[in-house]
Nanobody
Framework: QVQLVESGGGLEQAGGSLRLSCAASGRTFSVYTMGWFRQAPGKEREFVAAIIWSGGTSTLYADSVKGRFTISRDNAKNTAYLQMNSLIAEKTGVYYC???????????????????WGKGTLDTVSS
């Protein structure tokens, strides 16, 4: 099992930038699939981005964030990051980090089929 703690959420203006962090502990970091998900008020949780490490690294992004968000990981620090640029007000929500010790298929990651979840960090974007 993996313990995940998100940080970095806050209050920004539309068009601004923010970086979220997800610190992982409990198991070997380098074999994780890690992802970020967002839940806006009154809406279901949705996929944002994922990074899959299996020898090499591959990344996935929701269409709505492609070109604006970047997911990355620092294995030495057991931490994953989500750099968010050109923030949009309607994308306010709680951002959750998720991890899985297995290399998960794309459809599984996108649908939220991850083993471990953090408690989330709130990011509010004002217009």
């Amino acid at each position: 099992q993996v313990q995940l703690v998100e940080s970095g959420g806050g209050l920004e203006q539309a068009g601004g930038s923010l970086r979220l962090s997800c610190a992982a502990s409990g198991r070997t970091f380098s074999v994780y699939t890690m992802g970020w998900f967002r839940q806006a008020p009154g809406k279901e949780r949705e996929f944002v981005a994922a990074i899959i490490w299996s020898g090499g690294t591959s990344t996935l992004y929701a269409d709505s964030v492609k070109g604006r968000f970047t997911i990355s990981r620092d294995n030495a620090k057991n931490t994953a990051y989500l750099q968010m640029n050109s923030l949009i007000a309607e994308k306010t929500g709680v951002y959750y980090c998720a991890a899985d010790l297995r290399v998960r298929p794309v459809y599984t990651v996108v649908s939220g089929g991850m083993a471990d979840w953090g408690k989330g960090t709130l990011d509010t974007v004002s217009s």
